[in-house]
């Protein structure tokens, strides 16, 4: 039997540092930190909850950060 596959590891990141900033820069700033998806989604809205290594989340509410999380 195969053995089960390593995630590859993801950017040791504080999500919370990015509440508060501008959605642009916020975004800037974790691809530059070597995040391969970064996900920005106005409140409310509908989203499949699958855990995606590599993938930061941000609630953008009029052009601000104003939640995070990983996956």
Do not use: H, K
């Amino acid at each position: 039997m195969a053995s089960l596959p390593t995630p590859p590891a993801q950017p040791d990141d504080a999500p919370d540092a990015y509440v508060g900033l501008a959605a642009d820069a916020a975004e800037q700033l974790a691809r530059s930190r070597g995040w391969d998806t970064v996900r920005a989604v106005p409140p409310g809205s509908f989203l499949t909850m699958e855990f995606r290594s590599g993938r930061i989340n941000f609630q953008v509410e009029d052009a601000t950060v104003t939640r995070c999380w990983v996956g």
